[in-house]
């Protein structure tokens, strides 16, 4: 069972899709929410960091061969543009979530996080790159189960 999810305005989208199990809601749903983008921002300038913020994030890196060929064909087609930083098949990941800001979070709570994740890991599971869209600082894939 999927938990329910809220409606945040740092998030994008905002709110999360109306059905999070079927892939073409999601690719409608990101879609919808890339075509109201206005403007692109610098990734890295989030509102209210400096150059000096860091913060610790869940992630899953993505190592399959097919995404990363895939991932690579799409760099070289926006690479001339010099909008985007573009980044090396050992960057690819996908976002859980955001575990707090660095200065708040000691190395033993991070070890302690660490080792819970491994005493309790969830059973391996497959998610979908689907169509190639955006958001307001990157291009990016929307996922899927």
Avoid: K
């Avoid at 610098?42 to 995404?67: C, K, M, V």
Wanted: aromatic share 8%; hydrophobic share 40%; charged share 20%.
């Amino acid at each position: 069972m999927t938990p329910p999810l809220t409606t945040h305005p740092d998030a994008f989208p905002a709110s999360p899709p109306p059905d999070l199990d079927d892939p073409r809601v999601i690719a409608e749903h990101d879609w919808a929410a890339f075509g109201a983008v206005r403007e692109m921002h610098d990734h890295w300038q989030r509102p209210g960091w400096s150059s000096n913020t860091r913060a610790y994030y869940w992630l899953l890196e993505i190592t399959d061969s097919g995404f990363l060929d895939q991932a690579a064909h799409c760099q070289n087609a926006v690479r001339g543009l010099g909008a985007f930083d573009l980044i090396g098949s050992d960057g690819y990941h996908a976002t859980l979530g955001r575990i707090a800001p660095a200065d708040t979070v000691g190395q033993g709570r991070l070890d302690q996080l660490a080792r819970n994740v491994q005493a309790d890991a969830p059973p391996a599971f497959s998610l979908t790159a689907i169509p190639l869209t955006g958001s307001r600082g990157a291009l990016r894939y929307s996922v899927a189960p």
